[in-house]
């Protein structure tokens, strides 16, 4: 069965403080692929990052980084030196291959980022 | 990248009134259209997967006959609740995906929250 737990269900830091959102996901495919979502207020989800199972490798945009680790089963998101923008919920999603694009959410980390 | 809208953005009817939401792609067409479902303070729930030309696939536990999605074109999919009650107030989210395939390649409408009164 496939899942996404995401255990934090809220964090709260200062500004300029670096901040980790833990996502372990759970699938049986062999092809999958891994997401995260900001959803600001204003409820529109913003799309931050695509992974498929066969690229390890951590990517690293901006302020944000992801660290995918398969033996873990792991796909977690660092924000490097917050900003009060950066409060959101944010979401971690998984789609197999075989399940035509449906994506699987998990319950969302709610961060809020203090000046 | 590319567009998805939904309109209307919010809505308030009344108990036992359907209320229509429309998703469209603006600038790509989609062959599939998923409606998310998202009450206060919780995650998004797949209600429905609609695939143009053929009846909605729902995710267990969702009525279709409450929920009724309709995908008539390949840039317009539109969910009807019918007769609305107040345990239905929630934001509904569409997504669509390119025809080109690829299960990453899918994008999110803005939302409509739906208040019933």
């Known amino acids: 069965a496939q899942k996404v737990t995401q255990a934090q269900t809220e964090i709260s830091v200062v500004e300029k403080e670096d901040v980790t959102l833990d996502c372990v996901y759970e699938?049986?495919?062999?092809?999958?692929?891994l997401f995260w979502y900001k959803q600001p207020p204003s409820g529109e989800l913003v799309f931050l990052i695509r992974r498929n199972s066969f690229d390890e490798q951590n990517e690293i945009s901006g302020r944000y980084s992801w660290n995918f680790q398969k033996s873990t089963s792991s796909f977690n998101f660092t924000i490097t030196a917050s900003q009060v923008v950066d409060s959101a919920v944010y979401f971690c999603a998984l789609s197999e291959r075989n399940q035509g694009g449906k994506l699987i959410f998990g319950q969302g980390t709610e961060l809020s980022v203090k000046p | 990248g590319a567009v998805v809208s939904q309109h209307p953005s919010r809505v308030i009817c009344k108990s036992g009134t359907s209320v229509k939401i429309e998703c469209r792609s603006l600038d790509f067409q989609a062959t599939t259209m998923f409606w998310y479902r998202q009450f206060p303070k919780q995650s998004l729930m797949l209600m429905a997967t609609s695939n143009e030309g053929s009846k909605a696939t729902y995710e267990q536990g969702v009525e279709k006959d409450k929920f009724l999605i309709n995908h008539a074109s390949l840039t317009l999919s539109t969910l009807t609740v019918t007769s609305a009650h107040p345990e239905d107030s929630s934001f509904y989210i569409c997504?669509?995906?390119?025809?080109?395939?690829?299960?990453?390649?899918?994008?999110f409408g803005p939302g409509t929250r739906l208040t019933v009164t």
């Open positions: 699938t049986r495919d062999t092809t999958y692929y």
């Open positions: 997504s669509a995906r390119g025809s080109s395939g690829g299960a990453y390649e899918q994008y």
